[in-house]
């Protein structure tokens, strides 16, 4: 096949990136769980360290850090869990994909004045 | 025997599910989109078909990393809406149409096409939101569904090629099911969108606009594309479009394009439908 892991700027989610976030995915699934979204949010880190996340895992998701779990291996999909304890707008989660601002990234992605 | 009575083509982003349940379906954001729904809406209304096999992909939320199955097909009894984070909707369960499901698997198996088989299983808003779209509201579903999943999250997924052939397939199975059921095809997903990387935000309003239109009757074109072409044109989360094409392959050479609609952004997504008949 040819490679779609090649067009630029586009992370797919193949099997270094699902064997890299494995972890981090695994937590954020938990999260679909209401008893476990209660434990992460009376105690952030032991939750993490539960899953057994590295320092760098847990640094990205308790700074929220969108860009930088893609980055580690977090797919969007299981990482969204994440906004659903601590909410966060989808397009915010997008432009930090981007890294851009917010409003620019409306404007010039989304076409949204 | 059971029979193919449409297609339908439609997005299943979760923020329209989101925007019913906020009430939000009448602001300026959202009541273009949810106004271009009427005549698909009203179609299936004097359809009245008696299932609804939907094709659509898990995210994360039904299956994760663990297992993940290339093709899905669900016999259960019953599908529940699954809790995505934010806790249950106040959606009801899905009937499901337990028979012709079997005989699907049977049909597939016979056929060299072998998909997990699920007896217990939650579903999410990739079929949540068609029936939502298309059905409305109501207190119970006014059809059975047969839910068909596709792996469009983890690489490799299906080439579009073999989706092709599922719905080529799943044609023969349905029609020759003994019963006189009403079938609509759903195949859900799309259009554009790109969440992750920082090509995150990519709309490519100009192919959804002519992915809707060549579906019908100009479909080669998109049946004969690589994952990679899929990636390139609609992003990387558009292309989830390949489960259209098991819908389209389900259908006649030529069919009629009875509805369309097309509406950016839907959340990060462009969004639409289409709904199709055998000519
Ligand atoms: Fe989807």
């Known amino acids: 096949m040819s490679d779609p892991t090649q067009i630029p700027e586009t992370p797919l989610f193949d099997r270094e990136r699902s064997k890299q976030g494995y972890r981090m995915n695994k937590m954020a699934m938990s999260l679909g769980k209401p008893e476990n979204r209660a434990a992460f949010k009376a105690d952030e880190e032991a939750f993490l360290d539960s899953y057994g996340l590295s320092a760098e895992e847990k640094a990205a998701v308790m700074a929220r850090d969108w860009h930088r779990m893609v980055a580690l291996g977090g797919n969007l999909f299981f990482i969204l869990k994440i906004a659903a304890v601590d909410p966060a707008v989808m397009t915010e989660i997008g432009a ?16 949204k004045e | ?12 982003v979760p923020s329209i599910g989101i925007a019913i349940d906020k009430g939000l379906v009448d602001t300026p954001d959202w009541k273009p989109f949810f106004d271009g729904y009427i005549p698909g809406k009203q179609w299936m209304a004097d359809k009245k078909p008696d299932v609804a096999v939907v094709i659509f992909n898990d995210h994360g939320n039904t299956f994760f990393l663990d297992r993940v199955p290339t093709f899905a097909v669900g016999v259960a009894e019953s599908y529940t809406p699954v809790d995505e984070g934010w806790g249950p909707r106040a959606v009801p369960d899905f009937e499901g149409a337990v028979d012709l499901s079997w005989h699907l698997v049977d049909q597939l198996v016979d056929n060299h096409f072998d998909p997990m088989v699920c007896r217990e299983i939650e579903v999410d808003h990739g079929l949540q939101v068609p029936m939502e779209l298309f059905f409305g509201r109501p207190e119970h579903w006014p059809v059975k569904v047969v839910p068909i999943w596709v792996n469009t999250i983890q690489y490799p997924i299906p080439t579009p090629q073999r989706c092709w052939e599922m719905g080529k397939l799943l044609r023969k199975a349905i029609e020759s099911f003994p019963g006189d059921e009403r079938v609509v095809i759903m195949g859900t997903g799309g259009l554009s969108h790109q969440l992750q990387g920082s090509r995150a935000g990519f709309i490519n309003r100009e192919a959804d606009q002519a992915w809707l239109d060549g579906i019908a009757n100009d479909y080669e074109k998109y049946r004969d594309m690589t994952r990679e072409d899929y990636v390139e044109q609609f992003g990387s989360e558009g292309a989830e479009l390949i489960m259209w094409l098991v819908m389209r392959a389900a259908m006649d050479d030529k069919v009629e394009l009875k509805h369309k609609h097309y509406y950016a952004p839907a959340s990060m997504t462009g969004a639409g439908m289409v709904v199709l008949e055998n000519a």
Do not use: N, P, W, Y
């Open chain 1, 96 to 111: 930090a994909q981007a890294q851009m601002e917010h409003a620019d990234f409306l404007k010039q992605r989304l076409g």
């Open chain 2, 1 to 12: 025997m059971a029979e193919i009575i449409g297609g339908v083509g439609t997005s299943h």
